[in-house]
Structures are given as C-alpha cells and as structure tokens.
C-alpha cells in the first residue's frame, strides 16, 4: 500500500488550491490566493508569498493581537517583573497563566509574579473620564505589596482610545518608586496579529533594560539565547544542555527568564535566535549598539541541535569547546536513535501539517523527518515573507500602514559598551569556512517540492485541507484541536504542547518521538464510527443459530 | 509556595485587582449564542478578544468554538468599525452558512460607539443577509459587569431580536437556564419533562460545546435551541428565569413586551433550589409533580442525612458567578457546613443582601466574610487568616488550595484542568449528588491521606 506522502505527492496541489478559493467572495478569493503557495522545495527562489497583512473580517483566523504578544509571549515568561494590564478585566485574565511558560526561581525567596494577574480592571467611569490616575494607584499598591525590582504596563484597545499615557504614567511611577517601570503602547489593534507586539516589547525591553547593568556572567563562551520561551521546560533542557557543553548563558529572551538577564545580555559574546520571527530585530539592534553577533540557531530536532551546538562550538572556535560538544552529542545520540528506529516502523511515511506560531511550524518540521513523517502543508499564523522566503527578501518587503504603527528604534554604538568580537581577520577566515552569520533561509525552501504553504490560514481553509488529504496528524492552537479531532484526526497543540513537553534538545527530540507515535497508533480512532454505521446492512446472523 | 508573594495582613486597595474572579462580558455573549441551533457569534471589535474567548471557552469545554470577528485595526477604531462589520456579515454568510449570526460588541467597539443594530440594517439593506437568515446582536462593554452580564445581554439579544407574539398560546413553559454547563441545561431539559411540563429553554449549549465523535466536524452540531422555538417564546404560558444575575433581564423583557409572566429563580443547585424550581415549573403548568422526581429528590436527602457527620462545620471558602454562589452557598449550609469567605468578581449590592438572608435565616453563630466585587488575592489572604477545610471554585483556586493544602472542588468558569463539568450535571438533585460527592471525597481523601497508621481506617 502506498504511504500518505507518496499519495499525497500523487495529487496536484493547484486543484486544492482552487477548490478552497471557489468559495470565497472574489475579493477575498484574489486575497487569499496569494497567501497560498506550492513550495518547489530549493528551487524555491522568487516565489512570493503574501503574509504579514490584514486578517479579513469575518474569516475565522487563528491569530491574537498585539497585546498578547506583548504581555502573553515576550514578558510573560520573565518571573520577576510585575506586569500590570491597563485595561477592563478581560485582556489581563486571558493571559494568565495560560502560555504554559515554565519558570524556576533558585530560592523560595526569589520573586516569581507569574501566578499572579495584576489588572487596573477599567470601570466605565475611568472609560469616560480617562484612567491614568487608576493606573498609578495601581503601581502604588502593587509596588507596596509585591516591593518588584520592576513593574511594565500594558496598553489595551480602550486605554489606546481614550488616549491614556501609560508611558507618562510609567515615568512618574519610575521617579517615586526608585525602581524600572515602563510601558508598552500595545494596543491589541494595532498592527495585524501577535507580531506587532513583539516588535514593541521588544523595542521597550531593548530601550529600557538592556545593557544597564555591566555585572554580567562569568564564562568563557558566553552567549545569550533569543527567541525561546520555555513552554513545557524546553528553556531547562537547552540550559542543561548548554551547560554541559560548558556554554555560558548569560540570558535568554525570553524563556525562564529575568530582569538581570536583560540588563547583563549585552555582556554575552554570542546571541543564539530561535525564533527568527519575535526576535530577529533584537539581535540586529544589539549587534549594532554593542557589537554582538547573531546566527540562526534551532534547538527543535536532534540533528538541528547538534548542528546548533557545532555552530556555537565553531563560532568561538576553541578546540577545548568543539571537542567537549562533540562528546555531548556523541552521549546523547544513541538514545535518540534509539528512540528514533523503536517508533519509525510506526511513524515512517505519515504526513503531517503544522500551522502556528511564526517558527514553530518550520522548527518541528524537522522533528517530523527524524522519524519518517512529511509535512504536506505548513504555515505561520504571524509571520512576514522573511520568516517564509528567507532573509535576503527583506529588503523588498514593502512597508505598509499597519506596520508603519509600530515604532522603529534608532539604534547606535553605545560609546562604552561596544566592543567587536571577532576582527575583520577572524570574520574572514569563518566566512570562508562557510559560516553564516545572519541567516535565516525561511520555510519555503525547506518544505519539499509540491507541499503546501499557507498564510494566516482560517478555520474554512483548515477544514478543508483536513477533510481533502487526511493527515496523519494536524498540529495548530488550542481554537483548531477539536475540529481536526472531531473529524478523527489527531491533534497535536503546538503552542501549548497539549500540556506535556519538553520538546527541545536531544531530550525533547525523544520526547516529541514518542508523543507523535502515541498519537498516530493511538486505539481510539479507530472507534469512531459505530459497528452499525460502519456495515448497516440488517442481515441477522445470531450466535445460536 | 507559588503564590508567595500573598501576605496575611489585608491592606485595602482601590485600583489594583489581583488575580480576578471574573472575566469579561463578550465571552458571556459567546458562549450564549453558542445555544442557539446554527448560530455562528461574531465578536466586533479587534481580533484579539475574539480569539482569547474562543481559547478559553475551548480550554473549558473541550470542543470546537467556532466565532468570527471584526478584525479591527487602527483605521476601524479611529472610522468605526461599519465597514468591517458589513463585509464580516457577506463572508459570514457565504463561506459558513450560519442560520443566524449572533453580534455582540466588545470594549474597543463600544468605546468608539458603534451602533451595531444600525450596522446589521445597513447590511440587510445592501443585500447581504441572504433570505431567511437573521441577525441578532447585544451591547457587551467589558468596562461594566462581567461574563455573567454579557451572558445576560446576549439573553436579552435573543428575545429582543427574535421572539414574536401570535396572540395563540403554545402551551410551553420558557425556561432561560442561566450560565451554567451544557451537562446542566441537558437536566434541566430532563427534569422539566419528568415534571411533564412542555419547556423552550434557551439558550441551550448542550450537544453544541459538548457535542458528540462523528467523524466529521460540523460547525453547526445539532444541540441548540432553533430559532422557531426562540420565536414562539413570546406565545408561551410563562419563564421561569433561573439566576438573577444571567437570566432576569431577558425574562423581563418577555413578561413587558408580550405579557409572559416571569418568575426569577436561583439555579436549581442543591436540594432547595432544585425544589423551587420543580415547584415553579408545576404551578407554571398547572401538573402534578411524579413520584418518579420525589423518589430523586429522596435519594438526595438520604445521602445527605448518610454523610451529614463529614460536613459538620466544616469551613469552606466559595468564590465565583453570584448566581452560582447563592444556592451553591445555601447547599453547603443544609449539610451543616460553614461557609467563611464568598467572593465574587460580579458587581451588584443584591448579591451581599442575598447572601446576609441567607447566614441570617440559617442563623450562622459567626459572620462570614462577603467580598463584592472582590478577587482570589483577597480570598487568599482571608483563607491566610482564617483556614478552611473546602475550597470550592474555578481552576485558579488550585494555587491556593496547593499552598494552603487544602481539599478543592472545581465549579465555576473556567475549569481548564478536569474532565466532567461539562457532561455531568450539578444543578437538579442528580447534580447536587454530584457535588456532594465530590465534596466529600476531596475532604475524605485529605483525611487518608494525612491520617496516622492507627487511625487509618477501612470503614467510613
Ligand atoms: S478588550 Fe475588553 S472585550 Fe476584549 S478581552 Fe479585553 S476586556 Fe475583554
Ligand atoms: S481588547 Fe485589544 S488588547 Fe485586549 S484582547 Fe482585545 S484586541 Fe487584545
């Protein structure tokens, strides 16, 4: 019997795509059909997909907002800031608590706020009469119960309307109090989804922490991690990890993270990005202001891992490093292996989609490879073209409205911190080994020829799919398990994990194996339908006859 | 300790709240619409608070939520929202085919002023509501209330926008089961038939959020009141409306609007309230109340005297929907307990004066402390300063109930973290069993647990 991917490779995906849009008013329609693409895998250079625009009203889209990617993804897993939702009680409640971001304070003394939702819970009155003085009563009162070494507000869409100054109020706050408080205009309409609020988090993080202390770390190969956030303890299996190699890290942005972190980051040698898309920009800022460089790495799938962890080890360049890497992999291989060939009779030929996040659902398609499975169609619910077509497109991304709202930073050599790390000799030299700063190939061309990619898909698209190529297993957020699954598909949450984890480094990549073959030989799909409804024929044939 | 930052000692505050014990009114509205048969909600406003509701209400029930939104960005908050809304109604219709499409707004829409019932015309009028498809709509600033009001208002949206009067009566009792499980409008439905009392309940969630394998998806499973049935709401004999809070204002409505008497209920948890409303429902139609419901009743009381010695002024602390509470808190005082802290997140002054009856009536040998609106900080600290042997209440409670090591019962919105709220009931004398049970053995499992060798028994 042919595999799923060999049927799948079979069928054309144009028709797919034209099915799919027939439905649609022709305004939409034409929309849609450019954020669907069929990826020619290497050969993918100049194909274009739209992505990082407007999400159309009443289409069922998977996205967030701006202040969920603020608050929810860049500052919740840091545990030691008070993070106070300006705004009536809903925005604050929703994200609490609910990104699964693990945290581990070393001391029972040691701040840990993330159990904790603080919101200034707008009336209407301060909606008439503005709630700027709500607010500071707010950081009065959770500064006299919490004592925090930093508390961060945040905007939501009424507090943006009726044109609170959480930044004014930050200020003052930050003069009374003697501790860092800052805001963040991050309105959830600003900007087109979740993206939009990483940019300003990031951007506030970077004007008001980063580098104001100098008492970093102490380390050899110091680099700091960006772009990891720790759901389901990966951030404690990389640090493991890391730690073992004899890797210093001095921060990371911004999984099991904290205050100092931030403000020492600049004391690393190295920044690591995971996520390209929450965080690239970052890193670039902190190359230009203190002379860090970046390099793409991906800690998602053994061999990704090992490959990360080489090019950190080579970037330093020290035999010691490279040596005391290798031995980590050369310990931690068999066992994944291992893992690998005890599921792969199980898994080898199986298809998978993944539709999250803007990194997610290109990282755990490596993790599918390992054991035997194809992702047949993938695509990012916040993402811009780099994040799929690669980073040499960014200049040709044309700026629009939406993102002219979120402010640029103009970042310059800071005068005393800026320190090269490595001589235009020694840049060389990597270069010519083939080391690659800066990179990021995206998705597209690492898809295979013929798969699908899709932008911002809605829960319409997603059916369908479904419902047309049958996958082995469906990976989205907690909106879309239950469709996929009513429809008797397994469902695997990538956002969330489906609450179990770690998925990162070799322990994560066993992990994700065993999860992936519990999910696709799971029993119980098999019982979907009914013995009467699979032969309804009434022909008796009773026992005793 | 995770929640270690929670001193003992209480000092007022005025602008901070400190982990909620509410949410906000559009997810009310949502999962409200989510009862009518072929409804698909629509959120206008930005695409965030449509997605966060949708979340939770998953996360609770474990089934597919299907909602649009307006998708606004700076333009539509700036202009107004029409032209989103407009062109959100042409997609609605043609690529998810809804019966009807159910709007509520939320605070971005709200403060700028959106007139959502002007803009649903505006969008009859250009052609893009196909024949015979509806649209209803309610106001849901989250500024004002909580969920429970947007439940309420989505309530009231259905009658407003949708109940006739024919002038002939349909032999029906309306009965508007307040925020409660799709497992508890399912006994409700059951009860009310063993009473032989023809009912319209709306809205009704089950078979919807808590819908059955198929093998398909079905945006539109088949639970739901139909529209029909919404409609002839205003030919019925009377409503029975169950929990003030997220029922009155549409019974009302019904009762000004087209002479429907209305009776405003608590939620039938628990042995008096399940009581009241078999009562209400038998005089509503004028039958006689079946054995087969007094020996159910019976069952209940039973148990209730069996186990009566485990809740023997035992102390527990309660937090969550006003509706919930009272009868959940009249429940506890009829099998001996104490309740020490209430907390709800819903504002309204009825609730302390309901609750001050209640520990009056039941003639309480100490003052219990009532926080409206109040939150699970302040819960916390008064549990600091005076322990409890129960905690009943949402998920959150966990952190509480692990630091304090207290026995917790989960009820309430939302329950992320178990399976069962929303397939076994816990209102009508079935439910409240339920509860007991659950009551009892969080208390019963705490006492084997920490319980020496030699006291360790076989036998309780
Ligand atoms: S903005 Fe308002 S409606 Fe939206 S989630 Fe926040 S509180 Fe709820
Ligand atoms: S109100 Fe705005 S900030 Fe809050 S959830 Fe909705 S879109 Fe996001």
Redesign the interface.
């Known amino acids: 019997m042919p595999t799923k991917t060999e049927e799948y490779m079979k069928k054309d995906p144009t028709d797919f795509k034209e099915e799919i849009l027939k439905?649609?008013?022709p305004k939409?329609a034409r929309k849609r059909a450019k954020s669907i693409v069929i990826s020619k895998g290497k050969e993918s250079d100049g194909l274009e997909i739209q992505a990082n625009v407007?999400?159309?009203?009443?289409?069922?889209?998977?996205?967030?907002?701006?202040?969920?990617g603020c608050k929810g993804v860049i500052l919740g897993p840091t545990r030691d800031i008070v993070n106070?939702t300006h705004?009536?009680?809903?925005?604050?409640?929703?994200?609490?608590?609910?990104r699964r971001n693990q945290t581990s304070a070393p001391n029972?003394?040691d701040?840990?706020?993330m159990?904790?939702?603080?919101?200034?819970?707008?009336?209407?009155s301060?909606?008439i009469f503005g709630g700027e003085k709500?607010?500071?009563?707010?950081i009065l009162?959770?500064y006299?119960?919490?004592k925090p070494k930093a508390i961060a507000l945040f905007s939501?869409?009424?507090v943006?309307?009726?044109g609170d100054d959480v930044h004014a109020v930050a200020r003052e706050a930050k003069e009374k109090l003697g501790i860092n408080v800052f805001g963040f205009s991050c309105e959830?309409?600003?900007?087109?989804s979740q993206s939009a609020g990483h940019h300003i988090a990031n951007n506030a993080i970077f004007t008001n922490v980063v580098g104001t202390d100098d008492n970093g770390k102490e380390g050899k190969y110091k680099i700091n991690l960006l772009g990891e956030y720790n759901i389901g303890g990966d951030a404690f299996v990389i640090e493991d990890l890391l730690d073992r190699c004899g890797i210093t890290l001095v921060s990371t942005f911004s999984g099991n993270s904290t205050y100092d972190q931030f403000a020492t980051c600049h004391t690393a040698d190295l920044n690591a990005i995971m996520c390209h898309r929450s965080i690239n920009y970052v890193a670039e800022m902190m190359e230009t202001k203190f002379g860090i460089p970046w390099i793409k790495v991906n800690f998602i799938g053994a061999e990704a891992t090992a490959k990360s962890l080489r090019k950190i080890a080579k970037y330093f360049g020290d035999q010691e490093l490279i040596d005391k890497v290798e031995a980590v992999i050369a310990e931690e291989m068999p066992a994944v292996k291992a893992a690998q060939d005890d599921v792969r009779s199980r898994t080898e030929g199986k298809t998978a989609m993944l539709f999250v996040g803007g990194s997610r659902a290109h990282h755990y398609q490596e993790l599918f490879a390992e054991i035997g499975m194809t992702s047949i169609a993938a695509g990012y619910e916040f993402a811009h073209r780099d994040d799929y077509e690669g980073r040499e497109v960014l200049p040709t991304i044309k700026v629009d409205?939406?993102s002219r709202?979120i402010e640029e930073i103009e970042v310059e050599q800071d005068p005393t911190r800026f320190k090269p790390r490595k001589t235009p000799e020694e840049l060389e030299k990597l270069a010519a080994e083939g080391f690659e700063f800066k990179d990021y190939d995206g998705m597209i061309p690492e898809m295979k020829p013929k798969t699908l990619v899709m932008d911002d898909i809605n829960?319409?698209e997603a059916?369908k799919l479904?419902e047309y190529y049958k996958p082995d297993i469906f990976c989205a957020?907690?909106?879309e398990?239950?469709?996929?699954?009513?429809?008797?598909i397994p469902m695997k949450q990538l956002h969330s994990y489906d609450y179990h984890g770690p998925y990162a480094a070799f322990k994560g990549a066993i992990n994700f194996y065993y999860e992936i073959d519990r999910m696709v030989s799971a029993k119980v799909w098999d019982l979907?339908?009914a013995p009467w409804e699979k032969s309804p024929e009434l022909a008796a044939a009773y026992n005793w006859e | 300790m995770l929640l270690r930052h929670t001193p003992k000692e209480i000092k007022e505050r005025k602008a901070l709240v400190i982990n909620p014990a509410k949410t906000c009114q559009p997810i009310g509205a949502m999962y409200a619409a989510l009862g009518i048969h072929g409804c698909l909600p629509h959120s206008h406003g930005s695409q965030g608070c449509c997605a966060y509701h949708r979340s939770s209400l998953t996360r609770h029930y474990k089934d597919p939520i299907a909602a649009a939104t307006s998708s606004f960005t700076e333009g539509a908050s700036v202009f107004g929202g029409q032209a989103n809304l407009v062109q959100a109604i042409d997609n609605m219709f043609t690529v998810y085919d809804p019966e009807i499409i159910a709007v509520h707004t939320t605070c971005l829409s709200e403060t700028i002023g959106d007139d959502v019932a002007q803009i649903a015309d505006k969008a009859k009028q250009d052609g893009k509501v196909p024949e015979g498809k509806k649209i209803i709509y309610c106001h849901t600033p989250s500024y004002v209330g909580s969920h429970v009001t947007g439940f309420s208002n989505m309530v009231l949206g259905m009658v407003k926008g949708l109940a006739e009067k024919t002038g002939k009566k349909n032999g029906k009792v309306n009965v508007i089961p307040g925020y409660v499980e799709p497992s508890d409008m399912e006994e409700i439905k059951r009860l009310s038939a063993m009473v032989g009392v023809k009912t319209i309940m709306f809205p009704d969630t089950s078979g919807v959020v808590n819908s059955p394998m198929t093998g398909k998806y079905n945006m539109y499973p088949d639970g739901g009141t139909k529209i029909a049935d919404l409609k002839s709401s205003g030919d019925s004999l009377a409503t029975i409306a169950l929990g003030e809070w997220s029922s009155a204002d549409g019974a009302k409505y019904l009762d000004a609007t087209y002479k429907v008497p209305c009776q405003v209920l608590d939620l039938p948890i628990g042995v008096t309230a399940t009581d009241n409303f078999i009562d209400a429902l038998r005089k509503a139609a004028g039958v006689n109340v079946p054995d087969s419901v007094t020996k159910e009743r019976g069952v209940l009381v039973d148990a209730m005297c069996d186990y009566q010695q485990y809740f023997h002024q035992k102390k527990v602390a309660l937090v969550g929907d006003p509706d919930q509470l009272i009868p959940l808190t009249q429940f506890c005082i009829n099998l001996g307990m104490y309740p020490k802290h209430i907390v709800t997140g819903t504002p309204g002054n009825k609730f302390r004066k309901r609750m001050e009856e209640m520990f009056a009536e039941a003639d309480l040998p100490y003052t219990p402390n009532v926080a409206v609106p109040g939150d699970m900080f302040l819960l916390h600290q008064w549990i600091k300063n005076e322990p409890v042997d129960l905690i009943i209440g949402n998920t959150y409670c966990k952190y509480i109930a692990r630091d304090e090591d207290i026995p917790m019962v989960r009820h309430g919105f939302p329950i992320l973290d178990r399976f069962g709220h929303s397939v076994f009931p816990s209102v009508g004398y079935k439910g409240a069993m339920r509860l007991m049970e659950q009551m009892l053995n969080a208390m019963l499992d705490k006492r084997d647990r920490e319980s020496s060798e030699e006291a360790f028994e076989l036998v309780y």
């Open positions: 439905k649609y008013p939409v407007r999400t159309i009203p009443g289409i069922i889209t998977m996205r967030g907002c701006t202040y969920a106070i705004g009536p009680v809903g925005c604050g409640f929703y994200s609490w608590l609910t029972p003394e701040h840990n706020f159990p904790y939702c603080f919101t200034t819970d707008m009336q209407d301060e909606i709500k607010l500071m009563a707010a009162e959770a006299e119960i919490m939501t869409c009424p943006g309307l009726i959830g309409y600003k900007g087109v409205a939406d709202n829960q319409y059916d479904l957020g907690i909106k398990k239950y469709s996929a699954q009513k429809m008797g979907v339908k």
